[in-house]
């Protein structure tokens, strides 16, 4: 019996150090900007002609500002559209000059990363970052690793990048990942990117409501910015998710990567 009663007692006891110490850890989530509790960027890669052509006519007429990294050779394609796209105070990122991923990837063979090196890698980045400036006037502090992968090399001398990335730029950005990013932990060489390609509003809103749990900063991720295909970013999701966040109700910063990133360089 009284062996019952001990135990009965232990788990009383940790229960209450359970609650005491979420308790502790919800009380002492990262202040975000204007009370709210988590932020949101939403990012798209490769410089697609959909963004441009139809996603930036739908972030704009709510006023919502995005993160584009795009390659040089892209942006020359549809350059006018782009250039209003900066008008309208979208960020510009780095996305690279030749978008190396690993060889595996047959159509990415001639810029394999196994094949790189760090000089090679970074002298691409400043030249993409160059070339960026001259077509649109401005320089990319934001990078997104092509492919979300951060490696050169292959085997023993495979090394990592992101040393390069922290020295170039304010923040690097991978691809698929598994969680958002925790304000105060997170490496800005490194953030952690979600997709949203091909989802449904019901599939974000989930991630949003755990990140609020955490007070995290959530990117999501996408390409294609149109009403159906692969890898796109469907134009009825965005436009749930940009009134969702928009709403004061929810606590949710919307912002550009470079805006988060600057306030967590100066807050955290």
């Known amino acids: 019996m009284k ?4 135990t009965l007692l232990l788990i009383l006891l940790w229960g209450g150090l359970q609650n005491s110490s979420y308790s502790q850890v ?44 795009v390659n040089p050779g892209s942006v020359r394609q549809h350059l ?55 077509l649109l006037g401005v320089t990319p502090v934001s990078f997104a690793y092509p492919c979300g992968e951060t490696y050169v090399g292959r085997g023993k001398q495979t090394k990592s ?23 105060e932990f997170c490496d800005l060489a490194h953030l952690r990117a979600l997709e949203m390609d091909g989802k449904d509003f019901d599939d974000i809103l989930p991630i949003l409501r755990n990140a609020k749990e955490n007070g995290q900063w959530i990117i999501l991720a996408g390409h294609e910015i149109s009403n159906e295909g692969e890898q796109t970013t469907r134009l009825s999701m965005l436009e749930e998710l940009i009134n969702y966040a928009q709403n004061p109700d929810n606590g949710i910063w919307l912002a550009p990567v470079k805006d988060v990133q600057r306030y967590l360089s100066n807050n955290r």
Request: hydrophobic fraction near 35%; include cysteine; proline fraction near 4%.
């Open 3 to 6: 062996s019952l009663l001990r």
């Open 26 to 69: 919800s009380d002492h989530l990262f202040h975000w900007p204007d009370g709210n509790q988590i932020a949101l960027s939403l990012t798209f890669d490769d410089a697609r002609p959909s963004q441009v052509l139809g996603g930036t006519k739908l972030l704009n007429r709510y006023d919502a500002k995005a993160t584009f990294y």
């Open 80 to 134: 006018e559209e782009w250039k209003k796209a900066v008008a309208s105070g979208h960020e510009i990122g780095n996305h690279s000059l030749n978008h190396p991923c690993t060889g595996n990837f047959e159509w990415s063979r001639n810029h394999a990363l196994e094949e790189y090196t760090l000089n090679k890698m970074e002298s691409e980045l400043i030249e993409a970052n160059q070339q960026i400036n001259t």
């Open 161 to 183: 990048y992101i040393p390069v990335v922290a020295e170039l730029f304010s923040s690097g950005r991978t691809w698929l990942d598994e969680t958002g990013n925790d304000p």
